[in-house]
Nanobody, 115 residues
């Protein structure tokens, strides 16, 4: 059973920063392609970033140059550093793992950007 455990959400003002973490087991970390999605009220869940085992990152245009995804092999954790946050970044953020046709999701963590 693969478990993805997120942390790090919260309240922040526009222009602020937050860092999300997603931890899993060592074995899952080595096998899964990991990334982040988000879902705002009334909208579909959208992909925002992913990182390969090689460390190569990919980003959606909406977060490019503001968000950074990284991975720490030592503690089997993927991070999402979010800078210059905007009100439209308000959403529940989900860690996602994929191996072949199998998808795994974390429980989600709320990020709210407010004035």
């Amino acid at each position: 059973q693969v478990q993805l455990v997120e942390s790090g959400g919260g309240l922040v003002q526009p222009g602020g920063s937050l860092r999300l973490s997603c931890s899993t087991s060592r074995s899952a970390f080595s096998l899964l392609a990991l990334g982040w999605y988000r879902q705002s009220p009334g909208k579909q869940r959208e992909w925002i970033a992913s990182i390969r085992n090689s460390g190569h990152p990919e980003y959606a245009d909406s977060v490019k140059d503001r968000f950074t995804i990284s991975r720490n092999v030592g503690n089997s954790t993927v991070y999402l550093q979010m800078n210059n946050l905007r009100s439209e970044d308000t959403a529940v953020y989900y860690c996602h793992g994929q191996r072949f046709e199998h998808d795994y999701w974390g429980q989600g963590t709320q990020v709210t950007v407010y004035l």
